[in-house]
């Protein structure tokens, strides 16, 4: 917190050390320390003159308040004169950083009709920034781009590596694809937000070409493009280890420094891809061993490939190795009891979480136990167990069960399974299928076709996009079609 008679100084020293007061608005710690900074700004006259020590106090203002959108807009209203473009930018780029993205656009709105800013290449990014954080980011992306055309902006590098994203968030990647490829120059960003975007959206082999291009054109990546990219290998249905070793090949020779989150995403590429003994190697390198992520990359990818007692034991080594576990490293710790003979293992760890390691049980380890209570044919178990959760049961629990129960034949479980489904999610057919498949297998014929006549009063059928129980007892939902109308005007 600055004192008092630094803020005196800075004051009296306006004319030789112009920089001081923005300087101290940054060290601010509490709001009452910014607030003396602001009144010395005031006094000295900078406010009304340095659009740079205003709007250095309003990223100040909103990095300590608990509404940074209010107290930017707040601020910007009190100032001593008409703020310039730099100025409106820097509160864009507040708002889009902000809790609530969506406070940027009536903003913008207002300075387009009032003219108070004329956007350009220093506004589109933001804009775009708050786009892509928004529920349903394309409708806004497209009007954006749009706008960008008509502002003769749309080949900035920055702006479209601000569309390149806003398209990826809302899964167009097509149309993301179309911004990279009309961009004259690119820049390191922009291949990054690329390669990023395909390995979001499960296009793992398109991110590594996009990756083995941008080191043919001669950019190096950065640690983001390198997770990304490694990310992509874990996940490729072919030539993810040997794409994973060439970067791992090239991290070497440029001298990148193996980071905790580079040493993860090297440990999950090659534990996803069989390579067990490098993933080991990777983890004993690590200049910071004690980190629990490493670990889980480890554990997950071992009990992925069926190497349980080796995942339980590195289980056990963390933790003497003083690694706290976390609730990701329980998910993988269950995810190895799979076989038949670990189900005591698991009942034991499950029922010890909250006492050993202070870890409250989640859906998701409810899940493990669901589905390994249900592959061993304790049905009865596993749909006591969901009733007595301490958390809500979803779909996805309920379907493990309805899972289970096709495989071992639980017609009376999978009833009530069924209902609890149907409760949750009325439209899901893939319900009524699991059942009539089960009431054929017992020969229950009039049930069958209770079943059906049950879902053509409901009006479902197997059409594409609707949602479906998976064999894991996942749900596959179809996306729901943005709003349309112009939010910039």
């Known amino acids: 917190m600055p004192s008092a008679p630094l803020v005196a100084a800075a004051v009296g020293a306006r004319v030789s050390r112009r920089p001081n007061l923005s300087l101290l608005a940054d060290r601010c710690a509490t709001p009452s320390a910014l607030a003396r900074v602001h009144a010395a700004m005031i006094v000295s006259g900078r406010l009304a003159e340095d659009a740079f020590a205003a709007s250095r106090l309003l990223t100040a203002y909103a990095a300590l308040s608990p509404d940074p959108a209010a107290a930017a807009l707040a601020l910007l209203s009190s100032l001593p004169c008409a703020p310039n473009s730099f100025m ?122 996009a990756f083995d291009e941008m080191v043919r054109v001669g950019f190096e990546p950065c640690g983001a493009t390198l997770a990304s990219v490694l990310s992509a290998c874990a996940r490729s249905a072919s030539g993810g280890l040997e794409m994973g ?87 993988g710790a269950l995810s190895a009891c799979s076989h038949p003979g670990l189900l ?14 202070g870890i409250t049980p989640a859906i998701q380890h409810y899940g493990c136990m669901v589905d390994l209570l249900g592959r061993a044919g304790l049905l009865s178990e596993a749909e006591d167990l969901i009733r007595g959760m ?54 229950r014929w009039q049930d069958v076709d209770k079943l059906r006549k049950e879902m053509k009063g409901a009006r479902l059928s197997k059409i594409p996009g609707a949602s479906t129980v998976n064999g894991d007892g996942s749900l596959e939902q179809p996306e729901s079609p943005p709003p349309q109308g112009n939010v910039l005007v």
């Not at 034991?313 to 998910?331: K, S, Y």
């Not at 005591?344 to 390691?357: G, H, N, P, Q, T």
């Not at 309920?398 to 639980?410: D, E, P, R, Y």
């Open 88 to 209: 409106l930018n820097t509160t864009l780029r507040v708002l889009a950083s902000s809790p609530d993205p969506a406070a940027a656009f009536p903003f913008f709105s207002r300075l387009r009709v009032t003219g108070a800013l004329a956007p350009g290449r220093h506004t589109f990014p933001f804009l775009l920034k708050a786009a892509a954080r928004l529920p349903l980011p394309l409708p806004v992306t497209e009007q954006l781009h749009a706008l960008a055309v008509r502002h003769g902006v749309l080949l900035d590098a920055y702006v479209a590596n601000g569309l390149v994203r806003g398209y990826s968030v809302a899964g167009r990647l097509q149309a993301a694809r179309r911004v990279f490829d009309e961009l004259p120059e690119r820049n390191p960003a922009v291949y990054t937000t690329m390669v990023s975007a395909y390995a979001q959206n499960g296009r793992h082999e398109d991110a590594m070409a």
């Open 245 to 331: 070793c060439h970067v791992h090949d090239l991290m070497t020779a440029w001298g990148v420094p193996v980071s905790t989150i580079l040493g993860t995403a090297l440990i999950d590429m090659y534990v996803k891809n069989g390579a067990i003994k490098e993933a080991f190697a990777v983890l004993d390198g690590l200049p910071e061993r004690h980190v629990t992520g490493a670990w889980n990359a480890l554990i997950s990818g071992l009990a992925h490939h069926g190497h349980r007692e080796r995942a339980l034991n590195l289980f056990r080594q963390m933790q003497q190795e003083g690694v706290p576990p976390n609730a990701t490293t329980l998910v």
């Open 344 to 357: 005591d293992e698991a009942r034991r760890l499950f029922s010890s979480m909250e006492k050993d390691f």
């Open 390 to 443: 301490s958390c809500e049961a979803d779909t996805v629990i309920w379907g493990a069960l309805l899972t289970a129960c096709k495989n071992h034949s639980g017609i009376e479980i999978a009833e009530r399974a069924a209902v609890e489904m149907l409760k949750l999610d009325p439209s899901n057919h893939g319900v009524y299928v699991v059942l009539s498949n089960l009431y054929a297998e017992a020969g």
